[in-house]
């Protein structure tokens, strides 16, 4: 997950809406992988907006890898990752099967997904909201 | 693009699974039906669920891939149409009869009975109806709980605004 401490304040509220964003995404998915639970042959999707977040920061996919550093600009960054757009995608799961019917809903994972999903939503809006007092402390000079 | 998107699914998801749950309580409550406007004991009735297909991001360009047809609906169940992105729920495709053949009793007394003495009694088995109506309702129910976290999310995202 990204570290927001680490980031300027404006950019921490966008990448906040961003996962937000990404996190209402996921929850379609999830409502819709739901209301399937019955449809012989439906394949679950989701999105990872989590991994697209986390490349639009340009951070390396892998937290514990170590990173190389340079200390002269003629050096190459090795695995220096480039912030890429941040563009979540809904990825169909075609691989496995649950069912007789070739349906591969298993409802349990869903409702685990759906309450995970919700919390990380509810955890960054209320980051956020914390974000905004800063700026109104900061706008007003009076600590609320 | 908002919350009341994913409650639309949900809400699809309900409508579907009370559907069946009727037809489920119509299969039961016609366990004994013998005779039906169609002729012949009642049949067994199953819901077909299919994924609602969603309208492709390129629909609005008519005759823009330069088809025979050019206006032509893009046919929704074309692998190649369906963007997983947009998410539209489920739909009732119909209400079809179960093929079984009927439950035959010996019976050569009963005024509804053949010609060889069988009377002929519906497809139906109430215990199966019953694991149906279960899975239906635990359905409806799982469809009830994320229409509950999509009005949970959508709270905390407008208090983002009570800061």
Redesign the interface.
């Known amino acids: 997950m990204a570290d927001f401490s680490i980031l300027p304040l404006g950019e921490a509220t966008t990448v906040m809406g961003d996962a ?1 964003k990404g ?3 996921e ?6 992988n ?7 042959g ?1 394949k679950t ?1 989701s ?1 990872d907006f989590r991994s697209a977040l986390q490349a639009s920061l340009g951070e390396p996919a892998d937290p514990d890898a170590l990173p190389l550093t340079t200390d002269d600009d003629r050096q190459f960054a090795l695995d220096a990752a480039t912030p890429v757009p941040y563009d979540p ?4 799961d075609d691989t496995t099967t649950m069912r007789v019917d070739q349906s591969n809903v298993d ?1 349990d994972q ?2 685990a997904l ?2 995970d ?2 919390s990380y ?2 955890t960054v ?2 980051l ?3 974000q ?2 800063f700026f ?1 402390e900061a706008a007003t000079e009076q600590p609320t | ?1 908002s ?1 009341y ?3 639309e ?2 809400a ?2 309900l409508s ?2 009370r559907l ?1 749950m009727d037809v489920i309580a119509n299969n039961i409550a016609n366990a004994n039906t013998t005779r039906t406007p169609q002729g012949g004991a009642f049949k067994r009735q199953l819901v077909i ?3 609602k297909a969603a309208a492709p991001s390129g629909s609005d360009q008519v005759g823009a891939s330069g088809d025979d047809d050019p206006f032509a609906p893009p046919d929704p169940f074309d692998p190649q149409n369906s963007n ?2 947009q ?4 739909q009732v495709l119909g209400i079809e009869n179960d093929q079984s053949p009927d439950r035959l009793q010996f019976d050569p007394t009963n005024p509804e009975a053949d010609a060889r003495g069988y009377v002929h009694y519906p497809n139906v088995e109430i215990v199966k109806e019953m694991v149906d109506l279960m ?2 309702s ?2 409806y129910q ?2 009830v ?2 229409i509950t ?2 009005q ?2 959508g709270a ?2 407008l ?2 605004l ?2």
Request: glycine residues 2%; aromatic residues 4%.
């Open positions: 937000i996190a209402k995404l929850h379609d998915q999830i409502a819709n739901i209301a399937n639970v019955n449809t012989p439906f999707s999105v995608k809904a990825i169909v409802i869903q409702m759906l309450s999903n919700t939503q509810q809006s209320q956020l909201q914390e905004y007092k109104r | 693009m919350y998107d994913s409650v699914v949900s699809s998801g579907a699974e069946a669920f299919a994924q997983p992105a998410v539209e729920g489920v899975a239906a635990r359905a799982a469809n709980a994320a976290a999509s949970n999310m905390s995202s208090s983002i009570k800061s």
